[in-house]
Nanobody, 124 residues
Framework: QVQLVESGGGLVQAGGSLRLSCAAS????????MGWFRQVPGKEREIVAA????????YYAGSVKGRFTISRDNAKNTNFLQMNSLKPEDTAVYFC?????????????????WGKGTLVTVSS
């Protein structure tokens, strides 16, 4: 089992920044792709960003490209989502995710482990 614990969510004004962290424990020897999804009430959970185990492949949803950056530090079993130029439409619960079966994490069906989520609220 892998446990994922997010931190860094909170309330921020539009245009501001937040840095989300995801700390992994358990079977951290596995080479999981990591990613972040977000979800708002009544909507499907959607991919925000993903990164391959070695960090060489990244993916960003079009809505966040150029504003968000995903990174990871495997030695610390932690990955990060730096969110800049935040917009009210970024408000959501953000979930860290780990996927063993793919190097290109894109959808919820790929995910093996989920964090509990951290709420990001962007005020206008």
């Amino acid at each position: 089992q892998v446990q994922l614990v997010e931190s860094g969510g909170g309330l921020v004004q539009a245009g501001g920044s937040l840095r989300l962290s995801c700390a992994a424990s358990g079977r951290t020897f596995s080479r999981y792709a990591m990613g972040w999804f977000r979800q708002v009430p009544g909507k499907e959970r959607e991919i925000v960003a993903a990164i391959s185990w070695a960090g060489g492949i990244t993916y960003y949803a079009g809505s966040v490209k150029g504003r968000f950056t995903i990174s990871r530090d495997n030695a610390k079993n932690t990955n990060f989502l730096q969110m800049n130029s935040l917009k009210p439409e970024d408000t959501a619960v953000y979930f860290c995710a780990a996927a063993a079966g793919t190097a290109t994490l894109r959808r919820s069906g790929d995910v093996d482990y989920w964090g509990k989520g951290t709420l990001v609220t962007v005020s206008s």
